[in-house]
């Protein structure tokens, strides 16, 4: 029993060291990316419009909320193996402040999309 113990422990751990990887590797290309989409549009298009700032904005954004998600997976196969009640304690911390981040982001994301439409049917934005 105990070396299946161990090799499912290294095999969470190897898979949640994974998704912690992809989630720096996501945050690093969305940075850069929105770096060069930011001096794109402050040099070429002398600084650019809201529009333009708000859509740089909500990119970046929605790469962030995908990263958070592996960052929450990481921290959820890490406390599935033994968990102590301080390993359950801090992922609830963890995992709501996370959560939290992510639905705001979200609802932003969301209300911007929803500006956009009204704004390009001549219509205001709908009612939240």
């Given at each position: 029993?105990?070396?299946?113990?161990?090799?499912?422990?290294?095999?969470?751990?190897?898979?949640?060291?994974?998704a912690e990887l992809a989630a720096a590797l996501i945050i690093a290309v969305a940075v850069?990316?929105?770096?060069?989409?930011?001096?794109?549009?402050?040099?070429?298009?002398?600084g650019g419009s809201d529009d333009a700032k708000q859509a740089l904005r909500l990119r970046?954004?929605?790469?962030?909320?995908?990263?958070?998600?592996?960052?929450?997976?990481?921290?959820?196969?890490?406390?599935?193996?033994?968990?102590?009640?301080?390993?359950?304690?801090?992922?609830?911390?963890?995992?709501?402040?996370?959560?939290?981040?992510?639905?705001?982001?979200?609802?932003?994301?969301?209300?911007?999309?929803?500006?956009?439409?009204?704004?390009?049917?001549?219509?205001?934005?709908?009612?939240?």
């Amino acid at each position: 029993m105990e070396p299946l113990r161990a090799l499912v422990q290294t095999l969470t751990e190897s898979v949640s060291t994974l998704a912690e990887l992809a989630a720096a590797l996501i945050i690093a290309v969305a940075v850069a990316e929105a770096i060069v989409r930011s001096v794109h549009t402050v040099f070429l298009h002398g600084g650019g419009s809201d529009d333009a700032k708000q859509a740089l904005r909500l990119r970046l954004g929605r790469w962030l909320a995908v990263s958070l998600e592996f960052l929450l997976a990481a921290d959820i196969l890490r406390t599935a193996v033994a968990p102590s009640w301080q390993d359950i304690g801090q992922l609830g911390a963890i995992a709501l402040i996370r959560t939290a981040l992510n639905y705001f982001l979200q609802r932003e994301i969301e209300a911007q999309a929803q500006s956009r439409r009204g704004g390009a049917t001549g219509e205001g934005p709908a009612p939240s």
